[in-house]
């Protein structure tokens, strides 16, 4: 698949263009072309129709066979823009959902994926089908609300169905945690961004073979393994953490998360070879995630490799001026990790008791 990407953003706004790359290409898509602009929404092509204009041409001349979006689009915007670009127009949370889709192994995954999709496609169900008739059938709105109630229905009763299901999958996951608790385990989750070695780290620190790639989202499901160095210590990896991710699809991955917020202690692994603005806008998005939970936290700034030695220690100061405890480590070159095992067993003892 040849895809354009298309970012509009307000002036001083970050671009997330380079993710939304790394992202079409976890698809397997590969980029030919990159149009963005800076401007207010505008309602009919969330772009100015001049640029929508643009894009049309960039993506003809490209032979590209689908445009992505950085931005939420609606479904109007979606289905104007691929009426004038005369290919598929999809945006960022339809890619994110494809890679889960695509990614989802186990049932339990499958069941989230699918929670998240249908919570994308409640609120616009209406639209959608309102825009698709009124260009193609314009005499037929009548019918077309008909159409439109029984897909309503028919998603919202597969959402509340799914609900339950998940629910159950989250009591199974809560006893089994409480299970470990009182055997005297300590459970300690390895969060963070997704690609910057969670994976990596779970096989460096346990006997587990978790997939590792280069691509993002490898990891949806926990998987927990006993730590080598501290049999009574399960550490459990889990999915990524990305930026600008809906509420709906937090809600979705619940049962995943909580492997996170009800956690012993949080590992949180950051690529310390990204630039420092960028490492402390991801640590402090971190910890946002978690603010809600009184989960103790150290920070392991993985991939110490990448970078050479005065860059690492300028980075480390900094970092440790807004954490307790920040660490270098490689886990694929397995670097200072007897440090951080040591940092994970002092912290786990004495905290708090389980729920
Ligand atoms: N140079 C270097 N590369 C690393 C290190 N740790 C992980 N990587 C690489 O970074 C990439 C991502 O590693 P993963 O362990 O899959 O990362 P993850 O956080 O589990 O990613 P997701 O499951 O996709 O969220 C892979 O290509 C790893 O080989 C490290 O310490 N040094
Ligand atoms: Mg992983």
């Known amino acids: 698949m040849r895809v354009v990407l298309a970012e509009r953003r307000s002036p ?22 990159v149009l963005e602009q800076v401007r207010k929404p505008d309602p009919a092509y969330l772009i100015g129709k001049g640029k929508a204009q643009e894009l049309a041409d960039l993506t003809r001349s490209k032979g590209a066979n689908r445009v992505v979006f950085n931005n939420q689009l609606t479904p109007s915007q979606a ?16 890619l ?23 919570s994308y496609e409640m609120p616009r169900i209406r639209e959608q089908v309102r825009a698709l008739m009124s260009v193609e059938q314009p005499g037929l709105m009548g019918g077309g609300e008909y159409e439109v109630d029984v897909r309503y229905d028919m998603v919202k009763r597969k959402l509340v169905n799914l609900r339950r299901k998940l629910k159950s999958i989250a009591s199974v996951r809560e006893q089994r945690r409480k299970r470990r608790h009182s055997r005297g385990f300590k459970l300690v989750a390895l969060a963070g961004y997704t690609n910057a070695g969670k994976s990596t780290l779970l096989n460096a620190l346990t006997a587990a073979k978790a ?86 936290v150290v920070a392991a700034l993985n991939k110490a490799d990448l970078i050479p030695r005065e860059e690492l220690e300028r980075k480390l100061k900094t970092l440790n ?18 440090s951080l095992i040591e940092i994970i067993r002092t912290n786990v003892s004495g905290s708090r008791e389980p729920a």
């Open 321 to 338: 001026d807004v954490t307790m405890f920040a660490i270098p480590i490689s886990a694929l070159k397995h670097t200072n990790l007897s």
């Open 12 to 33: 001083g706004e970050r671009s997330s263009l380079e993710e939304l790359a790394a992202l079409a290409r976890t698809l397997n898509h590969e980029v030919v072309g």
């Open 96 to 118: 994110i959902l494809e890679i889960f889709a695509m990614r989802a192994g186990s049932p339990e995954a499958k069941l989230q994926v699918e929670y998240a999709r249908l």
């Open 79 to 94: 289905y104007k823009l691929s009426r004038l670009v005369g290919v598929e127009v999809i945006d960022r949370f339809q």
């Open 211 to 296: 997939e590792v790639d280069d691509m993002l989202f490898t990891t949806l499901m926990p998987r927990t393994r006993a730590m080598r160095a501290s049999r009574m210590i399960l550490l459990t990896d889990t999915v990524g953490f990305i930026d600008g991710l809906p509420p709906w699809l937090v809600e979705a991955f619940k049962a995943t998360l909580e492997e996170i917020y009800l956690a012993d202690l949080v590992v949180l692994v950051f690529d310390v070879a990204e630039p420092l603005p960028e490492i402390l806008r991801k640590f402090r998005a971190s910890r946002e995630v978690l603010a809600e939970y009184p989960v103790k």
